[in-house]
């Protein structure tokens, strides 16, 4: 790792010492050198001898997996390595597709702006950080693909990012091409900030659950209005009429007004039956969809209603009674929305809950009985689905993206730890090599931090003394008897 300064000699042992923990930090938790892989990766790979774990069509024994610039060519059996092909021998090993998590908040500087109840202004794109070292962890875990969501403090949070785990790559590489845009929203506790105030300034609006319902519609009313406006301004351009002046823009308003015409997807954190409900109601009442609700802790209870509204839930394993809301939580949650016909996903919330999400969606296969395949969609297919990316992702299939993940068992047991996983053909994480990589990071913290260490041992430069300026002579001190005079002025007198 090369550390460069642009400032004086002076002042760079300084900066020295304030920025070394930060790069020890990385240091310890990611091999620099093996982080990514080059761009120019063989454009042909096999992986042979494994069992492939399709999704879609069964799982193939003794299968190979023949993967041209970073998309499937071909799955099956008896694959033969064109000349020049990069062979990944996974003999005894699973393959499954590439882990993608709906609801994430890793890779962003911030995730937050509650200032105001409406911030659909605000976009997590602008904000995503390539070196947050969540991205080689969750890597580690299987993860591919990831949901990057604004936080919960807004009845309509921010615009919401769909992003690949490229790690090493530059910010401009993480969104996932294509993707359909979503914003954020929440009910309940959080954007009626129950627990939240600031001594001395009065709350936000809104306070209470039937607050943000009013929030949520009264925003729609302005944005269907706002629509209006444009559409007629559209229709005058279009008959011909000349020097019309164009509407103002809104930004707050324009992700919802992509959200009435279908183009932005609604993910919504909530808890409770009752206020799942109210959404359902103001959605119907403005004609959007709500794409998917976020943790759904009470989802069992209203599955019916979700499985005919045709909205997704993405849900936690066994996370409750963690708040008064979550009280109502099960482990069966998730099965019993399946059952019910809700498209059910397992998501994160947590940098390392995301590591093992495998192991999540295998719990739904002790809490409420659901197939081994009907698990590993949970994790897979169903949130490719709910994310709009399932033509490209989720499944192991000819044309698809080749974005894989290998674990040395099967990947819903308790014993599975990811080999390999690989992004558009390119393999971001390898074990072997993390492990390989441990001892020379070592050394390289050792000589940083000894570094630091001599730095702080240095005795600080001393400065030459200052002159101070000359005093004015000080008045004679009151004699113990003072003079008529002096009691006079003491007394204020004169």
């Not at 930090?25 to 399709?54: F, H, K, R, Y």
């Not at 950080?129 to 919960?152: C, F, K, M």
Request: aromatic share 6%.
């Amino acid at each position: 790792m090369r550390i460069s300064f642009s400032m004086n000699a002076r002042r760079a042992p300084i900066a020295f010492v304030l920025l070394l923990p930060r790069f020890l930090s990385a240091l310890c938790l990611a091999p620099s050198g093996e982080a990514a892989t080059p761009p120019d990766a063989a454009p042909v790979i096999l992986i042979q001898n494994t069992t492939v774990m399709t999704v879609s069509h069964g799982t193939i024994e003794h299968g190979s997996i023949l993967i041209k610039d970073g998309k499937i060519a071909e799955v099956g059996q008896s694959i033969k390595a064109p000349t020049g092909a990069q062979v990944i021998e996974a003999s005894g090993q699973f393959v499954i597709p590439g882990i993608i998590d709906c609801h994430s908040h890793i890779a962003a500087e911030a995730i937050n702006e509650g200032s105001v109840s409406v911030s659909s202004m605000v976009n997590m794109e602008e904000v995503l950080d390539p070196e947050d070292i969540d991205i080689y962890r969750d890597l580690a875990g299987g993860v591919t693909s990831a949901n990057i969501l604004h936080g919960s403090a807004n009845s309509i949070g921010g615009q919401t990012l769909v992003i690949k785990l490229r790690w090493g790559q530059p910010a401009a590489k993480l969104p996932f091409e294509g993707a359909v845009p979503g914003i954020k929203f929440a009910l309940g506790e959080n954007p009626k900030r129950s627990n939240f105030s600031i001594p001395g300034q009065p709350r936000r609006y809104p306070a209470t659950r039937m607050g943000v319902a009013e929030t949520i519609r009264g925003a729609f009313s302005e944005a269907r209005d706002y629509k209006k406006t444009w559409d007629d301004y559209h229709k005058r351009v279009a008959a011909g009429e000349k020097n019309l002046i164009p509407p103002r823009r809104d930004l707050k308003l324009e992700p919802l007004v992509e959200v009435l015409e279908g183009k932005r997807y609604v993910h919504s954190h909530c808890y409770r039956e009752d206020e799942i409900l109210m959404l359902l109601l103001v959605a119907k009442e403005f004609g959007f969809t709500v794409r998917t609700l976020q943790h759904v802790l009470e989802g069992y209870k209203v599955a019916d209603e979700l499985a005919a509204a045709g909205v997704g839930a993405s849900t936690f394993s066994d996370w409750w009674a963690y708040k008064v809301e979550a009280y109502d939580a099960i482990p069966y949650n998730a099965a019993l929305m399946t059952r019910r016909g809700v498209l059910v996903s397992i998501n994160s919330d947590d940098a390392e809950e995301a590591t093992h999400l495998n192991q999540e969606a295998a719990k739904s296969m002790k809490y409420g009985g659901l197939t081994h395949d009907e698990a590993l969609k949970l994790v897979t297919l169903n949130p490719a689905i709910q994310l709009g990316i399932d033509k490209r992702v989720g499944t192991i299939d000819v044309g698809k993206d080749a974005d894989l993940a290998i674990y040395n068992h099967d990947p819903l047991s308790a014993y599975a730890v990811v080999q390999k996983t690989l992004i558009d053909g390119r393999v971001y994480f390898d074990r072997d090599k993390d492990l390989a990589s441990r001892a020379e990071i070592e050394k390289e913290k050792k000589t940083l931090t000894d570094k630091l260490k001599k730095e702080e041992k240095k005795p600080e430069e001393k400065k030459p003394e200052e002159k101070k300026p000359e005093q004015s002579p000080k008045p004679p001190a009151l004699s113990a008897a003072p003079t008529a005079q002096a009691r006079a002025v003491q007394g204020g007198a004169l």
